[in-house]
């Protein structure tokens, strides 16, 4: 379903810096009316609200707890766009005797934290007949033995939006998976990656898959390639109809 963003109200969670940073820039560039900027500490978005002024609006939220979600929906049932940004990474061997705390943390916050989100505001785009964005990775579909905890959880992350797009969907909601792969934030940097597109390339990409009401986007080169390669299986195994 086609979607512009002009003249919507969107949240996006972990708007502080790196890629929920640059959506913010992108939506207003092309007419978001307001923007809840979802942060653990809303002091962490001063720049973008002097940049910004009442078109934001800076509330707390932490997506490990339940409560905190549920708040943050009360309180913003305008909600268009929700763009489920927040995102954790942990640079991490499989061998390693810290894979598995970092894998707990991972999905509490990338898998659980994406459960906790949609189901808190499901009515809410239903009634506005909203959009979910949700931030994957080419990481959900190809494991890198040093992010290998990260990978397990941005796999989860895919493998719920699937369900989420049905299921929304069937409330007239539409679900947008994003998968970049390297991109120069401070995440990729902590992984290595300083020469990295940079996270404008995400953000320009996110309105423009909208607009043609994709499922995917793969908004760099690096994950453009992963999406030449996985687009037939994408086209007919993750957006086909197996019921026939």
Known sequence: MRYSVKGKVALVTGANRGIGKAIVDAFFAHGVEKVYLAVRNPESTQDLQAKYGDKVVALPVDVTDEASVKALAEHTRDVDILVNNAGIMKVVSPLSEDAESALQEEFNVNVFGLLRTAQAFADTLEANKGVLVQLNSIASMKTFGDMTTYCASKAAAYSVTQGLREKLGEKGVSVLSVHPGPIATDMGKSAGFDEAPGAETVA???????????????????????????????????????SV
Not at 212 to 227: R, T, Y
Request: proline share 5%.
């Open 204 to 242: 320009a990409g996110i309105v423009e898959a909208l607009e043609a009401g994709d499922f995917h986007l793969f908004p760099d080169p690096m994950a453009k390639q992963i999406e030449a390669a996985y687009q037939s299986y994408a086209d007919n195994i993750i957006l086909g109809d197996l």
